[in-house]
């Protein structure tokens, strides 16, 4: 049953993006997970619950796939930890995950020359095309797979990343060829990715807790697109068909159809098709599900609790209604980075968590450096615990004071502008406080501050 409530504490990662370090470095941080050994398997790592005995469960929040260089070995593992823990371990789908189901339209062979239907993604206006990329690189599949990565799925070091990783298991180096083939057959029936869809859902709840791999918003609170409906590309004159649903267990086995749905036609209709003069492919509804630009924020994938200055804000009235109905106190989710902790919303009767660390620092070569965090969620209760991208230590319960998750007034800042407090650091009893860089969306300014010299500011 969708609603059952938690019988012991769930830990919580998220948008590892085939980061394997930084993933197994989370598990090693969580107090309700380990990294063993699978022997049977030549020795691979494999995921475990530290207090087998116990009644824990574990979440992964999506975006398994994509910048480094991991894929495989993450994907595993987490698949090995569900096939063993069906009950206990639950996947959400992310949109670097949904994503991969274009690549068996757009690398056959008639899209990967000149003139394609993929010569320009919607999503990304401002990237390079696919004519202007040929133009320097050439056609076919090889240069279409890179194309597509780089300038349509912002993850350029993705092929050379999936080389590396297949190289890591020995034998002759893989061609681009072998690369490309990769990426083809972990679409297929058994291969990683396609038993990572079929094992995953867009939002699952467990108690009091939801979890969806974005945020909730009026359009997406309940809201399930219509079955067959094409979603892909996008039309901004026409609403988009659905449902809304007011049960959110029955939100979420809608939601489940839909994904089936969208994987069982896109299986049977993998590449482009000419049906009543328009062009389409298999699983096109869950393709646009998972781009802001054709839902027009009636996804759960794409969307965020920050505004679009990158400010944290309360969830909508909409949206708390539809909670509090329900018996829902805690969101949590990932896909908007928020510096190098995970973000913390407490405001309207709603605890949220949003726990995307993937831009903790600029400087470093994977964009993360040392930051790493654990987020373990009981069933009153929350804590977060890491490390930021300077190794400073944290580790708190959300509730520990009464500014966490809160907008707050700074008295070092002679502007007056408003700050959202994000952390309570382990050792100095400062309270970590953060705004947006007005010059970058994904760098935020923080400040470790005395209690003393903060004050609650007007809820956004």
């Given at each position: 049953m969708a609603g059952r409530a938690a019988r012991g504490a769930m830990a919580y990662i998220t948008d590892a993006e085939g980061n394997a370090r930084f993933f197994w470095d989370c598990v090693a941080r969580s107090p309700l997970l380990r990294r063993g050994c699978d022997t049977q398997r030549g020795g691979k790592a494999r995921l475990e619950f530290a207090s087998p005995a116990a009644h824990d469960a574990f979440v992964y929040g999506g975006d398994c796939f994509d910048k480094g260089g991991g894929d495989i070995e993450v994907a595993e593992a987490l698949l090995d930890f569900k096939d063993r823990h069906a009950d206990r371990v639950h996947l959400i789908i992310g949109n670097r995950d949904s994503n991969k189901i274009r690549l068996t339209s757009e690398l056959q062979p008639q899209e990967v020359v000149l003139p394609s239907s993929t010569a320009l993604a919607y999503w990304a206006a401002k990237r390079v095309t696919w004519t202007e990329w040929a133009e320097g690189n050439g056609t076919g599949r090889v240069s279409k797979l890179k194309w597509i990565l780089a300038h349509t799925m912002g993850a350029a070091e993705a092929f050379e990343g999936r080389r590396a990783e297949l190289a890591a298991a020995g034998g002759p180096r893989p061609t681009d060829e072998d690369v490309v083939?990769?990426?083809?057959?972990?679409?297929?029936?058994?291969?990683?990715?396609?038993?990572?869809?079929?094992?995953?859902?867009?939002?699952?709840?467990?108690?009091?807790?939801?979890?969806?791999?974005?945020?909730?918003?009026?359009?997406?609170?309940?809201?399930?697109?219509?079955?067959?409906?094409?979603?892909?590309?996008?039309?901004?004159?026409?609403?988009?068909?659905?449902?809304?649903?007011?049960?959110?267990?029955?939100?979420?086995?809608?939601?489940?159809?839909?994904?089936?749905?969208?994987?069982?036609?896109?299986?049977?209709?993998?590449?482009?098709?000419?049906?009543?003069?328009?062009?389409?492919?298999?699983?096109?509804?869950?393709?646009?599900?998972?781009?802001?630009?054709?839902?027009?924020?009636?996804?759960?994938?794409?969307?965020?609790?920050?505004?679009?200055?990158?400010?944290?804000?309360?969830p909508a009235a909409p949206v708390l209604d539809f909670l509090h109905r329900n018996g829902i106190e805690r969101v949590v989710t990932g896909h908007q980075p928020y510096g190098d902790s995970p973000g913390l919303i407490r405001l309207g009767g709603v605890e949220v968590v949003f726990a995307d660390t993937s831009y903790s620092d600029g400087g470093a070569e994977d964009n993360r450096g040392v930051a790493r965090a654990a987020v373990t969620l009981h069933p009153t209760r929350t804590t977060i615990s890491g490390t930021l991208s300077d190794a400073t230590e944290y580790s708190f319960d959300t509730d520990a004071h009464d500014y966490l998750g809160r907008p707050v007034l700074y008295a070092g800042d002679a502007s007056g502008e408003v700050w959202w407090c994000k952390a309570l650091l382990a050792e100095s009893e400062r309270l970590l406080i953060a705004k947006p860089c007005q010059t970058n969306r994904f760098k935020l300014t923080h400040v470790k501050a005395a209690p003393s010299d903060l004050a609650l500011a007007a809820a956004a």
């Open positions: 083939e990769s990426f083809l057959g972990s679409l297929r029936p058994g291969g990683f990715v396609n038993r990572y869809l079929r094992r995953a859902a867009l939002v699952h709840r467990v108690g009091n807790t939801l979890f969806v791999h974005g945020g909730l918003t009026p359009e997406n609170i309940g809201f399930v697109p219509e079955l067959g409906v094409s979603l892909d590309p996008p039309d901004a004159d026409r609403p988009i068909p659905g449902t809304r649903y007011s049960d959110v267990d029955e939100w979420t086995a809608r939601l489940q159809e839909f994904t089936e749905y969208n994987l069982d036609e896109w299986e049977a209709r993998p590449h482009w098709e000419c049906i009543g003069g328009a062009k389409t492919r298999g699983g096109c509804g869950l393709i646009g599900y998972g781009y802001s630009k054709t839902m027009r924020g009636h996804t759960v994938m794409t969307t965020s609790f920050l505004n679009a200055a990158g400010m944290p804000h309360a």
